[in-house]
């Protein structure tokens, strides 16, 4: 057993959420919005990493340049070459690739249950502002998501969206009432098998006038509140059919009540969404005082995942063959038949940690290095000697999903790691 599983269950989310800021958090249910309003330490700016350089990218067929989004002139930049290479993929609108299919079989349930109710976004740029990703959906200033440890950000005013939330508000200031916004969004995080730095997420956003809940003889929350559930839960069925699935109260700055959704998958809780219903303060701004709405935002990922029997996150950006054939536009019937499981790699890595260091800068070290060749990263001892100094030892998983890696190769990557690791986080090698 870990260190992490016996926190999960000494800890409540906050006290996980507060850890880290010492490079402790590792689960999902710990992921950046679900947490309270709590202060991580500023980092300092870590170099670009080694990986093959993309000039420019084209995202919905505007061409954004490398040198305004991987910048070595802006010290709150901190996007590297690896993530920058992602931001023109738009998995989600590829109609054979597992994110396309998941987001086209969501369209018909929305179709099918609410026809034509719900317009959809789809090309919306991933690249917003703070006032967009945070101020506009009530993320407090010191609200552990703004930090450069959890976020990529381009500038001080500019960062890759966190999570498609960030559209809410001016597509509300637009006029739209119902909508539904799918996007990649960016993430520094930790690295495990339902974690990536890149993911895809629908928004859905839904507003009620009085005349709705009127005739309910309920309370408007309560009515927005059970109509949500009812949404999701129906979004759930047409998906899985029947599914072991449980909801938990959770916390999200823009919401109240929230809830998150988990399904049972490979023998554990997986969280797929979270939702509530939003916050009048968030209504009032686009002049819906007399208003009540809801809101979600889904882990498409997590989705394919359940729906295709996907066991890795990383699997979603290989063009392999073996895995790109086995997927149809509009098959939802498809179970993934792993093409391979070579074997992982295990190399541990121990070092004094200094104040700074986070758990996701570490990760972005590692990841820098070995790209997708690394499965995951655990945290497998800690302590803190008399003199008050702690120390971590680390196990990295390094596994390709497609060959089998040579001994040689590994130590190359595990020596790569010590000495970045050394130079960049200010830790002393033990
Ligand atoms: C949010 O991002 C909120 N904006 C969701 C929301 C929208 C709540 C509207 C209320 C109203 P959260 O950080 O929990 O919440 O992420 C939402 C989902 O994204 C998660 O449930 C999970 O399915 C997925 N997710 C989060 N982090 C990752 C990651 N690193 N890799 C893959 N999927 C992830
Ligand atoms: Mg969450």
């Not at 539904?180 to 960016?186: A, F």
């Not at 408007?220 to 072991?244: I, Q």
Request: proline share 4%; hydrophobic share 35%; with cysteine.
């Amino acid at each position: 057993m870990t260190i992490f599983s016996v926190q999960s269950t000494l800890f409540t989310r906050a006290s996980v959420a507060l850890l880290s800021s010492n490079g402790l958090k590792r689960f999902s249910f710990a992921s950046s919005f679900s947490s309270a309003a709590l202060y991580s330490p500023p980092l300092p700016k870590t170099k670009k990493r080694r990986f093959p350089i993309v000039s420019a990218v084209d995202i919905g067929g505007v061409t954004v340049a490398r040198n305004d989004v991987v910048r070595d002139d802006d010290p709150t930049n901190n996007v590297p070459d690896s993530i920058f290479s992602k931001l023109g993929m738009q998995l989600h609108r590829r109609d054979k690739h597992p994110i396309g299919i998941i987001k086209n079989a969501i369209y018909d349930y929305f179709e099918s249950t609410y026809a034509k109710k719900f317009e959809t976004f789809e090309d919306l740029s991933p690249i917003v502002t703070t006032k967009q990703n945070f101020d506009d959906v009530l993320v407090p200033a010191d609200h552990v998501s703004r930090s450069l440890n959890d976020t990529y950000y381009v500038d001080s005013q500019t960062v890759l969206r966190c999570h498609t939330s960030a559209h809410q508000a001016e597509l509300l200031r637009e006029g739209h009432r119902r909508f539904l916004v799918t996007g990649d969004v960016y993430r520094r995080d930790s690295i495990d098998s339902t974690h990536y730095p890149v993911f895809h997420q629908m928004e859905g956003f839904c507003v009620f006038s009085p005349e709705d809940w009127n005739e309910s003889g309920k309370d408007s929350t309560l009515y927005a509140a059970e109509d949500l559930k009812k949404c999701l839960e129906g979004l759930a069925r047409h998906l899985f059919g029947a599914v072991e699935m449980r909801w938990v109260d959770t916390y999200f700055p823009f919401t109240e009540p929230s809830f998150e959704l988990e399904i049972y998958f490979k023998e554990d809780w997986l969280e797929v969404l979270g939702c509530g219903v939003t916050e009048q303060r968030i209504l009032k701004q686009s002049g819906l005082e007399n208003n009540v709405a809801w809101a979600f935002g889904l882990g498409l990922e997590r989705l394919a995942m359940v729906l295709f029997d996907i066991p890795d996150i990383r699997l979603f950006w290989s063009d392999d063959e073996r895995f790109t054939s086995q997927f149809g536009k509009g098959e939802l019937g498809v179970k993934f038949k792993p093409f391979s499981k070579y074997p992982p790699c295990y190399k541990d890595i121990s070092f004094w940690i200094s104040e700074s260091f986070t758990e996701n800068n570490f990760c972005e070290v590692v990841r820098g290095i070995a790209g997708d060749l690394v499965e995951e990263v655990k945290l497998i001892d800690s302590f803190t000697n008399k003199k008050g100094m702690t120390s971590h030892c680390y196990r990295i998983v390094f596994r390709s999903m497609e060959r089998s890696l040579t001994d040689e190769e590994v130590n190359d990557l595990q020596s790569k790691v010590r000495d970045e690791v050394q130079r960049k986080l200010n830790v002393e090698l033990r």
